[in-house]
């Protein structure tokens, strides 16, 4: 699922950090979130995995912690988290999780 997220500076800490938490190690092409450049635009796209797809891991862990890595991490945590607010909600409202 993607977000446009105006205020991404393009560090990709968050990638960093998600795939700590997954491996332990860092290793960005893991993370669950991926950081997509909008070639000459302000901002970055924001993608979050939804299911495992090569070696990209599905995101596991916004609805469990209360301040995940990538968020705790990023130096706009605020808009981040709401991304990732909006990712569940769209992701209850398209596939309900089960118990
Ligand atoms: S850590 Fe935050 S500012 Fe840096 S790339 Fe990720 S979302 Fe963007
Ligand atoms: S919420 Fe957890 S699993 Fe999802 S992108 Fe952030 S660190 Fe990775």
Known sequence: M???MPSCGGCRTCEMACSFRHKGQFIPSVSSIKIIDKKGEPGYVV????IHDNETIACDCFAKQH?????EHCIKSKDLGQIFKDFIEKTISNDPIED
């Open 2 to 4: 993607i977000f446009e």
């Open 47 to 50: 993608s979050i995995a939804e």
């Open 67 to 71: 301040t995940p890595l990538c968020i």
